[in-house]
């Protein structure tokens, strides 16, 4: 396989057509190597337009979204370089990668100790430096340097807890997948200076379930 031809193909079939088009973003798609956080087992499908497993048998939220959805909630996000972010849902450690290039520092947190590894390691290598992965429940740890500029869930909630809407400062920016199969949409929340909350849904998309985050009640009483 030619790499760089297979990561052109996919900023510019897959990624591009998404409505992806900060040219920030698509430069560090390939400034970050995908292929090095992807498990070896699965490299052929570094660049195609699916979830990567992470772990062989693993559950299905164990695994790198597709990178049209990555790229998309990264642009969503706008980090900026004084921004300090909490990433819930470390995976391979790659979105963590891209958020590291352009904030000043994140803390990602990943619930399966063995991904933990894994991401330290991926990261570890690849010479990022300014990210911090914990192995943590993001669902129910509630991190000691909060609140946050920017808070990602690499992942789908059934609703986006009042505890982590909580943690964002004046200014901060929240990214979610919310819902349930087979519709979810990607959920922007903007806390303003006067601290109220401020809700966009500007896409929808797929994603595998973060743990122990509740679901929704379909009961009114």
């Known amino acids: 396989m030619n790499t760089?031809?297979?990561r052109f193909n996919m900023i510019e079939q897959q990624?591009?057509?998404?409505?992806v088009l900060d040219n920030a973003v698509l430069e560090l798609l390939t400034i970050v190597k995908r292929e090095d956080f992807v498990p070896l087992a699965h490299k052929a499908l570094a660049f195609v337009d699916m979830e990567v497993p992470l772990r062989e048998g693993g559950a299905r939220g164990q695994c790198m979204l597709a990178p049209r959805v990555e790229a998309r909630l990264l642009q969503d996000l706008a980090v900026q370089k004084h921004e300090v972010v909490l990433e819930i849902g470390a995976g391979s450690g790659f979105m963590a990668a891209l958020l590291a290039h352009r904030a000043q520092w994140v803390i990602s947190?990943?619930?399966e100790p063995e991904l933990a590894r894994l991401a330290r390691?991926?990261?570890?290598?690849?010479g990022v430096h300014n990210v911090e992965v914990r192995q943590a429940d993001g669902a129910?740890?509630?991190?000691?340097?909060g609140p946050f500029d920017v808070i990602l869930l690499s992942g789908s909630v059934a609703q986006v807890p009042d505890a982590l809407l909580e943690q964002l400062k004046p200014g901060g920016r929240l990214m979610a997948i919310v819902g349930d199969e087979p519709v979810m949409r990607a959920t922007r929340v903007a806390r303003a200076a006067d601290g109220g909350l401020h809700q966009t849904q500007p896409w929808d998309t797929?994603?595998?379930r973060l743990l122990n985050f509740p679901a929704l009640s379909r009961f009114a009483f």
């Open 140 to 145: 129910r740890d509630r991190q000691p340097e």
């Open 4 to 6: 760089e031809q297979a």
């Open 206 to 208: 797929v994603a595998p």
């Open 15 to 19: 990624i591009r057509p998404w409505e």
């Open 121 to 126: 390691a991926n990261l570890q290598k690849a």
């Open 109 to 111: 947190l990943e619930i």
